[in-house]
């Protein structure tokens, strides 16, 4: 049984998660094997791309039943978190549906100086989860996307940008980070070493 497996599909942002786990002396396997996915004990779902072809892939591979199902910590890192909501706008995707909230486009008010994608760093607040135990209010993370999920009853970390939206999202097992925690320096160490010890 593998101690943490990151899911391999085609939209993964897989080397810098890599990177960023060997720097807290973890390992981890990279696969999309169904059955070492299943028996792991934890699983990273990472995502950088566009959500209908994700999720195509997922559903080509059976990927979409088996992530639903486990039952082991999962952590959704940004597209990740996003197909693990019941439905993204981009490309009229319908996701996994573990989370309830909708992913929605940023879209500017007029006049408004914000660039979409958002890239950078933001702060996250209103923290509320194991996921974030030692993790300071208003720490700063890492974010790349042009679009979010909605605030719901899933929130466990609020970020704002044109508006307020769910930074990350906890229900049951599952756990999502629309940012980037293997680009967030100390903030994103914690919130890594948080999840592997859950």
Request: aromatic fraction near 12%; hydrophobic fraction near 40%; include cysteine.
């Amino acid at each position: 049984m593998e101690d943490l497996v990151i899911i391999k599909y085609n939209a993964g942002n897989i080397q810098s998660v890599l990177y960023a786990l060997e720097r807290i002396g973890v390992n981890a396997l990279v696969t999309d094997d169904y059955e070492k996915i299943q028996s792991a004990k934890k699983v990273i779902f990472p995502g950088v791309g566009e959500a209908s072809s994700a999720m195509r892939y997922l559903k080509e591979h059976k990927l979409d039943t088996l992530i639903k199902d486990l039952k082991q910590p999962v952590f959704g890192i940004c597209l990740g978190m996003q197909l693990m909501c019941a439905y993204s706008e981009e490309n009229d995707t319908t996701c996994l549906g573990i989370f309830d909230e909708h992913v929605k486009k940023f879209i500017p008010s007029a006049g408004a100086d914000f660039k979409v994608p958002q890239i950078g760093w933001n702060n996250i607040f209103n923290l509320k989860s194991e996921l974030y135990k030692d993790v300071p209010e208003n720490s700063f993370c890492y974010f790349v996307h042009g679009y979010y999920a909605a605030l719901g009853e899933h929130t466990i970390g609020t970020a704002d940008y044109i508006q307020p939206y769910s930074a990350s999202l906890h229900k049951g097992n599952f756990y999502g980070a629309q940012f980037h925690p293997e680009k967030s320096a100390k903030a994103g160490e914690q919130i890594l070493k948080n999840f592997l010890s859950l």
